[in-house]
């Protein structure tokens, strides 16, 4: 996995442009609170700290995930764990970044 994929959105646009294209679900790790205030269109919000729960709901979607939260940070977190149980799945950074791409 890369820098990018582990922390933080930073600039790679062209590895986020291509997992949306190719259907990529968004999940959002950001508390419903934060979620509500504003998201991605389509996002599913699955909170952090319930990712660990959510493993095989994850799997059974059969895509390629893209994680995003405010900062970068948590979807940062997200991306690691879940990569390492086999997932396909980039760290998108702040949801605001990876809006643009979806229509």
Known sequence: MSFFGLFGGGNNNEIIEKYIKEGAVIIDVRTPEEFREGHV????????????NTIEEIKGLNKKIVAVC???ARSG?????????????????????VAKFVK
């Open 41 to 52: 269109k389509g996002s599913k919000n699955i909170v952090l700290n319930s990712i660990p």
């Open 77 to 97: 977190q997200a991306t690691s764990f879940l990569s390492r149980q086999g997932i396909d799945i980039i760290n998108g950074g702040p949801w605001q970044n």
């Open 70 to 72: 405010r900062s970068g």
